[in-house]
């Protein structure tokens, strides 16, 4: 049986089994290829962790109560200042007393003020703080420390300052801050972020400089590519699980020194978490009134653990080497 006989046995003819390909010098470079998305493959790696979506949906219901909660029901901690009845009342006599509502089950403060409603807005200035220092200090550290590590004259220069800053004990130098201005906000701001962000600086300069030598780092130099360019574009993209893993410990540090700083009588007059553990140190001890004291530390626990938590997940998605 010849050819033709066998295209006619299978019912086609020889153009629809066999047709000529076409050569193209232009297409045949092209290498396909499925589209990569470095971030699509980080939340692609961070979600695939059922935990990670279960602790990111409470640090959403945190943020939410934080910041909408006090917008919906406005706080005024001296409202029932006069009214001795409803002052240091346990969640079950606040129920009784004030009837059965969101702002009862955790009690009331000493000047009869609402506990559930205090441990929020306390926590909105708590994050708030956090918030702003570790944006502050994070720009600031992880630019410095970039160019720090890459050049060596400033690397000479920055040694010498960070010698000298870095051996004064941190929270002294916020205390002493502290003290000499008001303690509001801004001023603690202020003190956590003047030297905060050295810390940061140094930390990211050991890393650069472990990289700053290899082959396409030496490659752009020799092509009379700016150190600053270089140290933006070659080094920290290099660098983003780095960076992400840093930051999921500094933003919960601040809520720790904030903690910390109202705690022995030097935080902010806000009534932030801090301010308000301080506040009810006395109701630790005192039968009935532990919910004064403990709510805001329970709270300033969790909001802490989960931010580190989810910070650290984050980081470890953001290491390509996860995402084979």
């Not at 929020?120 to 720009?139: D, E, F, Q, R």
């Not at 400033?154 to 916020?174: A, H, K, Q, R, S």
Request: charged share 15%; hydrophobic share 50%; with cysteine.
């Amino acid at each position: 049986m010849n050819n033709e006989d066998l295209y006619k046995k299978l019912g086609y003819s020889k153009e629809d089994l066999f047709s000529f390909a076409s050569h193209d010098d232009l297409e045949s470079e092209k290498i396909t290829a499925p589209r990569y998305s470095y971030w699509h493959s980080v939340f692609r790696v961070f979600f695939r962790n059922k935990f990670n979506t279960i602790i990111l949906i409470a640090l959403g219901i945190i943020i939410l109560f934080a910041y909408i909660y006090p917008l919906l029901y406005h706080y005024d901690a001296t409202a029932n200042i006069r009214n001795a009845a409803m002052k240091h009342l346990s969640p079950a006599k606040a129920i009784q007393t004030m009837g059965f509502s969101i702002h009862s089950i955790l009690g009331t403060g000493g000047a009869g003020e609402s506990t559930f409603d205090a441990i929020w807005n306390g926590a909105k200035i708590s994050i708030s703080l956090a918030l702003v220092c570790a944006a502050i200090n994070m720009t600031i550290g992880v630019v410095i420390g970039a160019v720090w590590g890459f050049s060596k004259k400033v690397d000479v220069f920055m040694t010498e300052v960070y010698n000298i800053l870095g051996n004064v004990p941190y929270i002294l130098f916020i205390s002493v801050m502290v003290m000499l201005f008001s303690a509001s906000f801004w001023t603690m701001v202020f003190a956590l972020t003047i030297t905060g962000w050295l810390g940061i600086a140094y930390f990211i300069r050991t890393q650069v400089v472990i990289i700053r030598d290899r082959e396409y780092n030496l490659a752009s130099r020799c092509l009379g590519t700016s150190t600053v360019k270089i140290a933006m574009k070659n080094i920290l993209p290099f660098m983003t699980s780095v960076i992400v893993t840093l930051l999921a410990t500094e933003i919960p540090s601040y809520i720790s020194y904030e903690v910390f700083l109202a705690y022995i009588g030097m935080g902010l007059s806000d009534m932030s978490l801090g301010r308000m553990i301080y506040a009810a140190e006395p109701a630790m001890v005192t039968p009935g009134w532990g919910f004064e004291f403990w709510s805001p530390v329970v709270l300033a626990s969790f909001i802490t653990i989960v931010l580190y938590v989810v910070g650290q997940n984050l980081g470890d998605a953001s290491d390509p080497r996860t995402h084979m």
